[in-house]
């Protein structure tokens, strides 16, 4: 059930920033709530930032407030996590997803394969 890609995942040092890219070629993502969710080892996934599907709304994970900015550019059939001041706690398998907005995983049909994360000295 593979339809959103991820892309722009690294290795990077704390305090640094990245942008992840969720892209689809099957589906037209401004119908779509979008949310960015996350899973380290051991953890159970979840919520960090979602996006309604105008992009009126947004809501983000407390930890990750004032940090993170998620953003959309229909036109482009993009949407993107913009991360700053980045720390070890970040790292993760970041997905995207398409459904109904909201934080929880619940209500998004459609999944990425994930983009890793990493963020250490």
């Known amino acids: 059930q593979l339809q959103l890609v991820e892309f722009g995942g690294g290795l990077v040092q704390p305090g640094g920033s990245l942008r992840l890219s969720c892209l689809s070629s099957?589906?037209?993502?401004?119908?779509?709530?979008i949310g960015w969710f996350r899973q380290a080892p051991g953890k159970e996934r979840e919520g960090v930032s979602c996006?309604?599907?105008?992009?009126?709304?947004?809501d983000y994970a407390d930890s990750v407030k004032g940090r993170f900015t998620i953003s959309r550019d229909n036109a482009k059939n993009t949407v993107y996590l913009q991360m700053n001041s980045l720390e070890p706690e970040d790292t993760a398998v970041y997905y995207c997803?398409?459904?109904?907005?909201?934080?929880?995983?619940?209500?998004?049909?459609?999944w990425g394969q994930g983009t890793q994360v990493t963020v250490s000295s």
């Open positions: 099957r589906f037209f993502l401004g119908r779509f709530a």
């Open positions: 997803a398409a459904g109904n907005y909201g934080l929880g995983p619940n209500e998004y049909d459609y």
């Open positions: 996006i309604s599907s105008s992009g009126a709304d947004t």
